[in-house]
Each structure stands twice: as C-alpha cells, then as structure tokens.
C-alpha cells in the first residue's frame, strides 16, 4: 500500500472526518490540475463566440466553419474514453502532462491556420488533448481526497466550469472586437505552459495508480474492441446532435444516419462490456443509483446550462441588438451567481447530501428561466441580470453535488470509470441539449421572422420545461449518509483507498 494510501484510512487525520477540514494535499492537487484545466474551459467558451468572426476572415461558409466546433467535440468524443486506460497503464502525472502538451501543441497550431481546413485539424489535436484532461482531472482529485470532505474539495473541481462561463465569453468578444481571432488561441499557452511546470514540479507518481499497473499488478492492456465501438460510437452521435443544432432540424439525413449508427455502435459496447471481464469503461458501473443517477442529471444540466447558454448570448444579440462583447459583458451576472453559490453548496454537500441540493437548485434554475420565456426587447437589463444572478446560483448549487453523487460508495480503481460515464452524459447532454433548442429556435424564426422575440420565448420555456425534468430526476440521486458522519467518512475512506494496494 502507498503512503498516500495509508493516510487515507487513517481516520481523524489532517483531513480529519471529525474536524471537516480538506486534506491540504488533497487541496494542493486540485489547485495544480485547475490551472492546466482553465485552458479547456476558456477556449471552450471563447471559441464559441467566434464562430461567425472566424467565417468571414476565413471567407467561408457558417456551415463550415462550425467544424470548428465540431471537430473539436469529435476528437473529445474520442479521447475521454482512453483516459481511464491512460491513468492505469501510465499514471496519472504521465498523462496529465501529455495531455496539456496536446492541447498546447494544438492551441499553437491553430493560432497559425493558413485556411480553414488547417484550423479544423489543429482544433482536433485541441480535443485529444482535451478528452484526457477533464475526466483525469475529475479523478486524480476524487481519488486524492481519499473519500474525506468530498464536497467541500468539489468546490475546487467545478472552479473551472464556473469561471469559464463568465470570463470566457468576455475575453472572447474583447479580442474580436480588438486584436485579431488569431489571439483566441494564445490565452490558453500560459495555463498550458505553467499547468505542466506545476505538474512536473509537485505532482507526485503515487498521486494514481503506478504506471503501468493494472488491478493485478500487470500492464494495463488496452481495449481495442471496446475502443473501436465506444469512441467513433460517442463521436458519431455528437456528429448527428452538431448537425441538428446547424441544420433544420432532426429530420434530415445527415442527422437520422449518425444517431443510428452511432447508437447501434454504443449499443454494441454496451453488450460488449457487459461480457469483458476488463472493458474500457466498466458500464457494470450503472447498476449502482449513485452513477446512474449522476449520469441521468448531468444528462439533463447539459440542457440546463449548455442550451440556455446558446439561446442568452443570441437573445441579447438578435432581439436587443447587443455587440458580441456587450452580450458577453451582460453574461456575467450568471457567473457571478454561480461563484456566490459556491461559497455555501461545498459545505452543505457534507451536510445535507446531493439530492436535497440537486433538486432545489434546478427548482431554482428553472424559476430562473422563467423571466427571459417572457421578456420583450425592452425589458429592463438590471431585471434580467438579477434573475441571471440567481440562475448561475441554482446552475453552482447543482454543478457540485451531482459531481460528488457519481463517486458515492466507489473504490479507487472505479473512479476513473465514473468520471468517464459521468463525463461522456454530461458531453452528449449538452449536445443534445444545444440541438434540440436551436431547432426549435430556428422553426420559430422561420415561422415568425419578423418576431424573432416570439421563438426565443419558446425555446425558453422549452428549457424550463427541461430544468422540471431534471428536478424530478434529482429525486433519484442518493440523499444523506444516515450513519455518523466520523464511521461514514471512514468507511469511504477505507473504500476509496483499498484500491490503491494493487497499485
């Protein structure tokens, strides 16, 4: 058993179930993850901005240039899989560095595009590099905890997610406005960069798995069955729901085609893996409330967040007619909110358990919503901030517990698992989540052209109606550990860390 192991199942130590403080070795891993993370989330959000910029100085169709997007989420698709193998063939130290050298290698070469096309390559060597990072990072932090104070340490994980939605679209719509698209791509060089002189620098080997170490203590081999069904599986669904978000909609051939065989091919793993006795991804894993359910409600926050987020920016844009960086500028409120959430959920995660927070928090996203389902063109801007402000509070209150309900009662050498299933619902539902409110944005417009205020109240109130769904799903998440919070914390300690013997 490692050292860091040992600790873990020592109960009353510095990340003491007693005291409730984090483990501030637990803490000082999470902060060297964020920084190399910051970079996927900005440019994430940055990027999406830009699209229609990025089509006229390329002197190229929107139906093109959405490749950008596209083939980044392709490449996503494709790398989340292959984390879990990375982390118990290599380590994770290993891969975390790898990873953020893809990203930065692929930020840099997309700076330099000399056309269209090279810009959609370098974006794919972003999404490898991408794929590996954010389910790692979920999992070298989880497994750092060793099962102590999770949700107090999850208010670290969701940092990320919770910045890139406010900064993001700022700094994204700043740089179009003033220096060239070309920048876009350079923020994320710095968190790359000092991500991985931090990494080298403190992150220790036996922070994972020993590299190349499977669950008895031979090489990890890879799954190349399962590879070869799970990520063009995943890919060619995300293909079909960016084609239904860009096109007219769910019926079209180029949308049908991708969701069939993409969910014939997912369809496959899942018989697949069911029968391996060691698959990529351990999809025995759902049997268990606390995965399916997290995995159900990240599904449905895809909705909650990334849909909502389409229709915000062009609500402001095509209805009030606001720049690029003043819709960006009139975003923050959400982000504000959700940093003001953050500084009671961690606590109360510890406290009151996942469901209790998951439930009103999309009780309140969906309250929330409501607002914009029913604004004009001249409704008042401090109104809707306001109500933008308690939107990103329901949006943080939900982010952490459901992040933490997906690692409830799993041992070390499953939580690589969770993050990927968790990570890959989260990835398809917001896809999903983006389509079908860009579909149903764009019937409107057609129907109404001259009243495109009309469809956006539609598809608001369409992303309420999700947000209720996903009220009702929360039900199913676990709710607070009924033992004494000292044996229960030492029970998942020992759980968390039992594992690690084989490493």
């Given at each position: 058993m490692s050292e860091t192991a040992r600790t873990a199942t020592q109960p009353g130590d510095k990340g003491g179930d007693a005291d409730g403080k984090l483990d501030p070795a637990a803490v000082k891993t999470a902060l060297i993850l964020i920084v190399g993370a910051m970079a996927v989330i900005f440019d994430t959000t940055i990027v999406s901005v830009a699209l229609h910029t990025l089509s006229a100085k390329l002197d190229t169709s929107v139906s093109t240039i959405q490749w950008v997007a596209t083939g980044y989420l392709l490449a996503l698709g494709i790398a989340v899989p292959l984390s879990t193998w990375g982390l118990q063939r290599f380590g994770g130290k290993r891969v975390w560095m790898f990873s953020l050298a893809v990203f930065l290698v692929g930020s840099v070469g997309a700076s330099l595009a000399w056309n269209v096309d090279s810009l959609i390559g370098w974006r794919v060597v972003q999404g490898l590099g991408g794929g590996l990072m954010l389910p790692l990072m979920t999992t070298l932090i989880f497994q750092s905890a060793g099962g102590k104070s999770l949700g107090r340490l999850v208010t670290y994980v969701a940092l990320p997610a919770l910045l890139g939605p406010i900064l993001g679209p700022v700094i994204g719509g700043a740089i179009l406005t003033h220096l060239s698209w070309r920048y876009m791509f350079w923020v994320n060089v710095p968190f790359c960069v000092v991500g991985m002189f931090l990494a080298w620098r403190y992150l220790k080997l036996d922070d994972a798995p020993a590299p190349g170490s499977g669950a008895a203590g031979t090489k990890a081999k890879l799954d190349v069955p399962g590879l070869l069904l799970l990520a063009p599986g995943t890919s060619i669904v995300l293909l079909g729901l960016a084609n239904a978000g860009t096109g007219s909609?769910?019926?079209?051939?180029?949308?049908?085609?991708?969701?069939?065989?993409?969910?014939?091919?997912?369809?496959?793993?899942?018989?697949?893996?069911?029968?391996?006795?060691?698959?990529?991804?351990?999809?025995?894993?759902?049997?268990?409330?606390?995965?399916?359910?997290?995995?159900?409600?990240?599904?449905?926050?895809?909705?909650?967040?990334?849909?909502?987020?389409?229709?915000?920016?062009?609500?402001?844009?095509?209805v009030r007619g606001a720049s690029a960086l003043s819709a960006g500028i009139l975003l923050v409120p959400q982000g504000i909110g959700t940093i003001l959430s953050r500084t009671v959920t961690g606590g109360a995660i510890d406290r009151l358990g996942t469901r209790v927070l998951a439930v009103g928090g999309f009780a309140v996203v969906a309250v929330a919503t409501v607002p914009f389902a029913l604004a004009g063109p001249h409704t008042a801007e401090w109104q809707l901030a306001g109500w933008m402000v308690l939107r990103g509070f329901g949006l943080g209150a939900v982010t952490m517990p459901v992040m933490v309900a997906g690692y409830v009662g799993l041992e070390k050498h499953q939580i690589p698992h969770s993050s990927v299933l968790t990570r890959t619902a989260q990835q398809i539902g917001g896809s999903f989540g983006t389509a079908v409110l860009a579909v149903i944005l764009q019937s409107g417009i057609a129907a109404h052209p001259r009243t495109p205020v009309n469809a956006f109240h539609s598809a608001f109130w369409w992303s309420v109606g999700f947000s209720a769904v996903a009220v009702l799903l929360s039900l199913w998440l676990p709710g607070a550990q009924r033992a004494p919070e000292a044996d229960a914390g030492k029970a998942s300690a020992e759980r968390l860390a039992s594992a690690s013997v084989e490493a």
């Open positions: 909609g769910f019926g079209q051939t180029d949308v049908i085609l991708p969701l069939i065989e993409g969910g014939a091919l997912l369809a496959a793993f899942v018989g697949y893996a069911l029968r391996a006795s060691r698959p990529l991804v351990e999809i025995r894993l759902l049997a268990r409330r606390s995965v399916a359910s997290s995995s159900a409600v990240l599904f449905f926050s895809g909705f909650s967040l990334y849909g909502a987020m389409l229709l915000m920016p062009l609500y402001y844009q095509d």
